[in-house]
Structures are given as structure tokens and as C-alpha cells.
């Protein structure tokens, strides 16, 4: 299999992997909200903070439909350029959010992950979509 063959299931298989472990926090999610609290805590800080991190994480959620929607209808699929930032930028993604899972990092960290590794390809991605439905041009 050629190296430029082998982008899409790579970039299928990354973004796949992301999306498990951003599901995977989403669910437990209370362990990475007291991280992100002093010892000494309210509910209303806790409560705070939950919403904080359920904003993020449904937001990434909704950037995954929208790369998601791009990969399977086909627009982008072949795309080389996309493949290979969405490739490495999730791959980058699942492995920062494992450690931010596992090492119980703080909520700010998760920002951060989230503007490099999922808002990159997903611009991108609207940009795409933008210049094949929009503009009629064909798929690169």
C-alpha cells in the first residue's frame, strides 16, 4: 500500500480513536472536574466547572460531525493535505487527552488540546466543504 493510499485509513482510524477517548471522558468526567478544583470546594464551583468542561466537550463533539460529515461523504476523503493534518493532528489529540485523562491534568489543559488538535482539522475541513459546496469547485 503507498504512503498516500494508506492517509485515509490513518486518518479514519486517528480521528476514530479521538473521538473514543473524548466519549471516554465525557462519561467520567467527574474524576477531571475535581482535579481542576482546589481541596476545598462548593457545588457551585464544582457545578461551574462541570459546565465548563461539558461545553468543551460538546463542542468537540460537533466538530467531529462536521469532520465526520466531510470524510464519509467523500469531499475530503482524498484530500492529501487534510488527511495528513487531520492524521497528525488527532493522533496528537488522542494521546494529549490520555494523559489528560490518566494524570488528571487541569481543565485549562484541556483548551489548549482542543484548539491544536480538533479546531485545526475542523476548520479546515469547513473550508473544504465551503469550496466544493459552496463555490462548485471540484475536490482537490
Not at 8 to 18: E, Q
Not at 25 to 40: H, K, M, Q, T
Not at 100 to 118: D, N, V
Request: a negative charge.
Amino acid at each position: 500500500m503507498s504512503s498516500i493510499s494508506s492517509l485515509v485509513p490513518s486518518r479514519f482510524l486517528t480521528l476514530i480513536a479521538h473521538l473514543v477517548i473524548v466519549i471516554t471522558i465525557f462519561w467520567s468526567r467527574e474524576n477531571n472536574v475535581r482535579a481542576c478544583l482546589p481541596l476545598e470546594y462548593t457545588n457551585e464551583e464544582y457545578n461551574q466547572e462541570d459546565t465548563r468542561l461539558v461545553v468543551a466537550l460538546s463542542v468537540t463533539l460537533g466538530l467531529f460531525f462536521v469532520e465526520l460529515a466531510g470524510f464519509f461523504s467523500g469531499i475530503s476523503m482524498f484530500n492529501n493535505n487534510q488527511s495528513l493534518l487531520s492524521t497528525a493532528c488527532h493522533a496528537s489529540g488522542a494521546v494529549a487527552l490520555l494523559f489528560f485523562l490518566f494524570e488528571q491534568w487541569t481543565c485549562s489543559i484541556y483548551w489548549w488540546i482542543f484548539g491544536f488538535c480538533s479546531v485545526i482539522p475542523a476548520l479546515y475541513e469547513m473550508f473544504l466543504l465551503f469550496t466544493v459546496l459552496g463555490l462548485k469547485k471540484k475536490p482537490l
